[in-house]
T-cell receptor, first 110, second 114 residues
């Protein structure tokens, strides 16, 4: 079954404690992306990747890092999380103009 | 900055009625897509319309695109309670690699009463 998986699904952490949200896809897609979703703001793109070792900033990249060492994985790294990064995060892949979304990771930073 | 802006923000209808949702955008696009999101879940792609198309159908969905007005509409016919969800339009800009910069609107909350 084609899918995008994210882990963890829920995370509560404290300010400054580094964390990584993993994203994995089994569709062999080249393109992957991270979004955050906040009430009243819709989805905003954080980073995207066109292929292995190729990443670029989206609209709200501050405070985030990504890596793309292999095609199937695209982890999102928060080196020093802050409360304004409390949000619902989605990983997505896409091919032929259609994006496939993961189930989401709800992050709370206290 | 938001490219797609949906209208209305919320819509409540009776089962069996049609639901019409609108999206306006600001700059030239390669294509416009509609997505659906059930509460707290990931988005699911519904339909895509390219800038050189005016209307597309998929099951109970009909989407139109008016590039002169920079607007699109999504019509769901004969709505069902299971159509209750948030609906987002997303635009891909008009350049190579466009889908890497898909920009989503804020979404429309549709409630279909049984």
């Amino acid at each position: 079954e084609a899918q995008v998986t994210q882990n963890p699904r829920y995370l509560i952490t404290v300010t400054g404690k580094k964390l990584t949200v993993t994203c994995s896809q089994n569709m062999n897609h080249e393109y992957m992306s991270w979004y955050r979703q906040d009430p009243g703001l819709g989805l905003r793109q954080i980073y995207y990747s066109m292929n292995v070792e190729v990443t670029d900033k989206g609209d709200v990249p501050e405070g985030y890092k990504v890596s793309r060492k292999e095609k199937r994985n695209f982890p999102l790294i928060l080196e020093s999380p802050s409360p304004n990064q409390t949000s619902l995060y989605f990983c997505a892949t896409w091919v032929s103009n259609e994006q496939f979304f993961g189930p989401g990771t709800r992050l709370t930073v206290l | 900055s938001q490219q797609g802006e949906e209208d209305p923000q919320a819509l409540s209808i009776q089962e069996g009625e049609n639901a019409t949702m609108n999206c306006s955008y600001k700059t030239s696009i390669n294509n416009l897509q509609w997505y659906r999101q059930n509460s707290g879940r990931g988005l699911v792609h519904l339909i895509l319309i390219r800038s050189n198309e005016r209307e597309k159908h998929s099951g109970r969905l009909r989407v139109t695109l008016d590039t002169s007005k920079k607007s699109s509409s999504l019509l769901i016919t004969a709505s069902r309670a299971a159509d209750t969800a948030s609906y987002f339009c997303a635009t891909a800009p008009d350049y190579t690699g466009a889908n890497s910069k898909l920009t989503f609107g804020k979404g429309i909350t549709l409630s279909v009463r049984p």
